[in-house]
């Protein structure tokens, strides 16, 4: 069991990211040009769009996959 | 030793090859000294000698074993051997410390440091001794320093040019020297490693050039000081603090950045994911010594001063106000090492930085709300740049550490509650200030919009919790805490932006945001759940908000991969409108255009009916429910279960077009049940009016409700309108509805109204099948109803957590601290003061404690100091000053004939402690008995409790300040009882029989009740008090008997724990003799054993 609830923690977070990625991309084209960009700062912009993804509960990060999955596509 | 070394290559190859040729037969010969065996058991390349000599050594060993023959002579010659092989500590035979050659090996070491190639050899030579044999000779070479260390200092410093991991022929002075040193600490005892260390500038020197070291060297310092210094329990914490103090951490640090052209790239990672792990090791785990155990939120108590300010806090709300700003200029900390680390450390920047910090926080929480008033001067303003992406991220991790329990510190948590301040800095730390947050929310950057959003979420749900420990137990009934809790909400909401700003906020985010809007409806959520006088004074019209996520959802045209947060965020609003009065729930409006009017309670049904949604939704089944049984349309014992069934089994059973004819009848009734109820009630009434059963009955029915009654009523106008296609769906869903419920409950009430239903459609020739025939499905309904069941069970264990008690919970609850430790800086301290600060800064309490010390001096010189102030007042201005000097006067001459033999009997330091917070107040209502009681007697006798009597039993002195009166004289009486001396006086003058009989009154107030329990567990924990209370005051019986007789679940489970624990420290064998094995039944009834 708790193999399966990290296996669906990190999907949710993947998808957490990716949904992040994609709603601020406009603002990541900027910081990603801004001069403080470096390219060892790639990993610490991805923990900090992702660490948000904790603020969800097991059960609201089960649903939220479970309707990505079904609707995909 | 020159002989054993020589074993070492060739001895041992020669062994080998011989013995692949030999195969002699061992001789042996009988041993008879000690002397014999040594000879016998010296090197000798002659193989045939040494097996000889070894089988001797065996037979010997064959002997002692087997017993056979003498065994302790053979003992003897085994112990005279070993005597004679012992290593010496004269250092007759380590050559190497003899004088001539220290003074050599001196010699070298100094030499012109140019000179690596005498040098280096040197000191390898010195770290061969050193590890030789287990580092035998390691002490005698480190005390020979004068020598042994020449130069050393300036040796860790030469030159690194040429260095070449495994290739110490070319390592350089520096590398050979930090072996050296490495070595000496490896090989060295806790004591030797202390002297080392004391050396502190070779310490310095071992880190001064970390940095250039190659990656091998550097990641053998790190392994040894970890293994061999940090982790060694022996070596006091204050040698390691001079050792490793902040420029040595920021040497270590700056390895983070670790560089080196010459070697592999995964070395040089290797050495700054050490260098951190070293870190995160010294800065976070205690064992090591450099963190210090510390009080979470409550501060340093830095001098006396500070803790006269926390009992002045104690008494008045607003003395804490005033208190609270001291922190303005810096929180004391006992970590003051981490916190001076802290502020070098660049989290912004660095995510190592950032993870170490805020495990340094995790560690030490102290040091969240010093950091960052120590450092403010980096601000938050929002910038699409990393460095701030890289704070804000460093302010999420920190803001994630949760609370710690009891914030920090069990003892002061009893006392009271943690500064406003700094619990608010660690909620929110300073650097999120309103102005900030509301710049950060502006809609021009959705990044950082969204960040200040999970921030903002963070910071409530800690809120929450924070608010949660001032709550919980006794804490809810006490008037510190409610206000302390009062101040830090009034501190966070001043804190944080208007609802307004995260209206505006959540307004702006644009429709495909799908998981940004979901984070902002929680947002909007929180501020209605944990600070509603924020959010209502916003008037935030919900309504248009949650149509348009209805519209998308709904929408077949959007993109619906992400549904998942979007019934979030519906769910999350469809609550807020649960909050909001001015909600419209049954109007319809046009919700997607060309479907027709809805309203949002029906719009909301469908998809909750939808059996294609994989979510749950929980909470929206909850607040539709919620709002369908304030309207009253359906009892709320049976909530909306039956409707939900039968909705979702007509979708099953029907078309979608046909369900269209189904759906607005629905809104209809349930728009009617709600705009006018008290019309539906009078026709419900009519139906139960023929039924010949009890009002009670009529209530607790499941099944009757409203819309059933308007289901039948308006069934016939839709009639004329609507197909036969139309009426057979409608006609099944009536049937399945009434059928779920009628499976409820049979009630009679409800045949009449589906006969009249029955009537109706016969008149238009439409069939119906009859009540309670439709088979509602477990399979098909199982999805709505395990949910329901899953709510109201969730509800019910969280129920059973909170009422299970377990010891800790007990003790938190009940346990008041014995008291608080000595101060007898006091004995000096009151001479500078006026009698006014005396009386209002608590020093005549602080004083009149020390009576109870454990030493026979302190009490003599308190009495002494007690008399001596005593005059003081009397000789003063002071208004009130002659009943003071009564009470210290009679205080002193009762406790005189005690000083000498032990602490002065408890009853007499409480009383007088509280006394004094009485006389200062001269509009209390014990003043007048207190004044009588002190004029009555210049000594008071170690038999009574002083006072104790005219309160119990006298009148009260108002009549109606009874309460009040007892509250005092059980907060006294607690204080009053702590060491078996004060046991016996209880239990004599029967006390206790007269406290228990008290706390059967069953109108006493909580509160009251608490401190009797108080009283109780105070007992149970001084020797033999268990015992007492059971055997002479019937203490089991009575919990039971208030444990029954309580109605809060939370408080008979406190009850139950009371008596497990007096059962736990009581003489179990007496008590079971005296029970007549009683007890064990007692026990069994309420599931103790």
Redesign the interface.
């Known amino acids: 069991m708790p193999q399966d609830s990290t296996q669906s923690q990190q999907a949710f977070s993947a998808l957490?990211l990716q949904?992040?990625t994609q709603?601020?991309s406009?603002?990541?084209d900027?910081?990603r040009n801004?001069?403080?960009?470096?390219v060892e700062?790639v990993?610490?912009?991805v923990?900090?769009l992702q660490?948000?993804a904790?603020?969800f509960s097991a059960?609201?990060q089960g649903?939220?996959?479970?309707?990505?999955e079904?609707?995909?596509? | 030793m020159g002989k054993r070394t020589s074993v070492d290559a060739d001895g041992a190859a020669a062994f080998r090859k011989r013995q692949k040729t030999t195969h002699d037969v061992p001789t042996g010969e009988d041993v008879n000294t000690g002397e014999q065996l040594q000879r016998l058991l010296a090197f000798d390349q002659d193989m045939r000698r040494a097996r000889h000599g070894l089988q001797s050594f065996k037979r010997l060993l064959d002997n002692i074993i087997s017993g056979d023959g003498d065994r302790s002579t053979s003992l003897g010659i085994l112990r005279e051997y070993l005597e004679l092989v012992k290593p010496r500590h004269d250092g007759e035979d380590a050559s190497l410390v003899q004088d001539r050659q220290l003074k050599s090996i001196s010699k070298n070491l100094s030499s012109d440091k140019t000179k690596s190639f005498i040098i280096s050899p040197t000191l390898r030579l010195l770290r061969e001794a050193v590890s030789l044999d287990g580092g035998a000779y390691a002490r005698k070479i480190v005390r020979a320093r004068a020598y042994t260390f020449a130069s050393l200092g300036r040796n860790l410093e030469i030159g690194i040019a040429g260095d070449n991991q495994g290739d110490s022929g070319k390592a350089s002075v520096r590398t050979n020297a930090v072996r050296f040193f490495l070595s000496c600490l490896r090989y060295l005892h806790s004591d030797g490693r202390k002297e080392l260390l004391s050396q502190k500038e070779l310490f310095s020197h071992l880190t001064f050039m970390i940095k250039s070291d190659p990656p091998f060297l550097v990641l053998e310092i790190l392994d040894t000081l970890k293994t061999c210094v940090l982790a060694d329990s022996k070596i006091s914490r204050e040698i390691k603090f001079k050792c490793f103090n902040t420029k040595t951490l920021m040497r270590v640090l700056a390895l983070y950045t670790y560089t080196n052209s010459t070697e592999a790239e995964s070395e040089v990672e290797r050495v700054s994911e050490k260098a951190h792990q070293f870190l995160m090791y010294v800065c976070t785990k205690p064992s090591a010594g450099i963190l210090y155990p510390s009080t979470g939120l409550y501060p340093k108590e830095t001098d006396e001063e500070f803790s006269v300010q926390l009992a002045k806090q104690k008494g008045s709300a607003h003395g804490s106000v005033g208190k609270d700003d001291t922190y303005r200029d810096g929180v004391p900390v006992y970590n003051f090492v981490l916190s001076e680390f802290a502020a070098k450390l660049r989290p912004w920047?660095?995510?190592k930085h950032?993870q170490l910090l805020t495990a340094i926080f995790e560690a030490a929480p102290e040091l969240i709300a010093n950091y960052f008033l120590n450092n403010q001067s980096f601000t938050f303003e929002p910038k699409?740049?990393?460095?701030w992406?890289?704070y804000?991220?460093f302010l999420?991790?920190t803001m994630?550490i949760a609370l710690p329990p009891s914030f920090g510190d069990k003892t002061r948590f009893s006392r009271g509650p943690p500064p406003t301040q700094i619990l608010l800095d660690n909620i929110l730390p300073l650097p999120l200030n309103q102005k900030v947050i509301i710049r950060c929310l502006s809609p021009n950057?959705?990044?950082?919009s969204?960040?200040a959003t999970?921030m903002l979420?963070?910071a409530l749900e800690k809120l929450s919790m924070a608010i949660k420990l001032h709550e919980e137990a006794f804490r809810a009934t006490d008037a510190q805490w409610t206000e302390a809790s009062r101040r830090l909400i009034d501190a966070f909401c001043r804190r944080i932006p208007d609802m307004k700003e995260i209206v505006r906020s959540y307004k702006s985010i644009p429709s495909?945001?799908?998981?940004?809007k979901t984070?902002a409806s929680k947002l909007l959520l929180l501020y209605y759940e944990i600070i509603p006088q924020i959010a209502l004074a916003a008037n935030f019209d919900v309504s248009p908000f949650f149509v348009s996520v209805l519209r998308s959802l709904q929408d077949e045209s959007s993109d619906?991969?992400?549904?998942?947060?979007r019934?979030?965020e519906l769910e999350n609003l469809v609550s807020i409108a649960g909050y909001s009065p001015g909600m419209r729930w049954f109007s319809r409006i046009e919700i997607i255009s060309g479907k027709g009017p809805c309203s949002p309670f029906v719009a909301l049904l469908k998809l909750l009916s939808g059996s294609d949604r994989?979510?749950?939704l929980h909470q929206l089944k909850k607040v539709l429910a919620d709002v369908a049984v304030e309207n009253q349309l359906v009892s709320a014992a049976t909530r909306l279960k039956p409707f939900l069934q039968a909705l979702t089994m007509s979708i099953d059973e029907n078309s979608p077009d046909d369900m269209d004819k189904v759906w607005p009848f629905l809104d209809n009734c349930l728009s009617r049940c709600a705009t006018s109820p008290i019309k539906y009630l009078d026709v419900l009434q009519s139906y139960l009016a023929d039924e010949n059963v009890d009002v009670q009955a009529t209530a607790e029915d499941r099944s009757f409700n409203l819309l059933v009654v308007a289901i039948a009523e308006q069934l016939p106008f839709i009639m004329e309108t609507t197909d036969a296609q139309g009426l057979a769906s409608l006609s099944s869903f009536i049937s399945l509805y009434f059928s779920a419920l009628y499976k409820k409950k049979d009630s009679d009430a409800l045949k009449r109204v589906y006969s009249k239903i029955e009537e109706t459609l016969a008149s238009c020739s439409v069939k119906i099948a009859g009540l309670g025939k439709r088979k509602i499905s477990k399979s098909l309904t199982s999805g709505s109803q395990e949910d329901e069941n899953d709510d109201q069970e969730g509800g019910q264990n969280d129920g059973e957590k909170q009422t299970t008690v377990d010891e800790g919970k007990l003790e938190e609850a009940l346990h008041i601290p014995f008291s608080s430790p000595e101060d007898t800086a006091v004995l000096l301290r009151w001479h500078a003061k006026g009698v006014e600060d005396l009386v209002e800064d608590g020093l005549i309490a602080s004083l009149i404690r020390l009576l109870a010390s454990e030493h026979t001096n302190i009490r003599k010189e308190a009495l002494t100091n007690i008399l001596k102030m005593a005059a003081k007042i009397d000789d003063s201005a002071y208004e009130e000053k002659k009943q003071f000097w009564l009470l210290l006067s009679e205080l002193a001459e009762s406790s005189r004939p005690h000083v000498d033999s032990g602490p002065v009997p408890s009853a007499f330091i409480a009383f007088s402690i509280h006394a004094l917070d009485v006389l200062k107040n001269p509009l209390h209502p014990l003043y007048p008995k207190i004044n009588s009681f002190l004029t009555r007697s210049p000594v008071w006798s170690p038999e009574k409790l002083p006072l104790a009597h005219d309160i119990l039993h006298g009148e009260p002195s108002e009549d109606d300040k009874y309460y009040t009166e007892i509250a005092w004289f059980l907060t006294y009486i607690l204080d009053a009882l702590k060491t078996p001396f004060d046991l016996s006086i209880f239990h004599k003058k029967r006390w206790f029989e007269k406290i228990l009989a008290l706390g059967s009154n069953p109108y006493l107030r909580v509160n009251l009740r608490t401190r009797i329990l108080r009283i109780v567990y105070r007992a149970t924990c001084i020797d033999a008090g268990s015992t007492t209370l059971i055997t002479r005051f019937g203490l089991l019986t009575w919990l039971d008997a208030q444990r029954v007789a309580c109605d809060v679940p939370e408080d008979s489970e406190l009850y139950k724990a009371l008596m497990g624990r007096a059962w736990k420290t009581c003489d179990q064998a007496r008590v079971r003799t005296w029970s007549k094995n009683g007890v064990e039944t007692l026990l069994g009834d309420v599931q103790l054993q």
């Open positions: 957490y949904r992040v709603e601020l406009e603002d990541l900027k910081v801004a001069d403080d960009f470096k700062s990993p610490f912009l923990h900090a660490q948000g904790q603020q059960s609201q649903a939220v996959l479970k309707t990505s079904s609707r995909q596509g | 920047s660095s995510m950032s699409l740049t990393m460095t992406i890289g804000a991220s999420f991790d994630r950057s959705n990044l950082t969204f960040f999970r979420i963070e495909e945001n799908a998981l940004h984070m619906h991969q992400h549904d998942g947060f019934e979030m994989t979510a749950p």
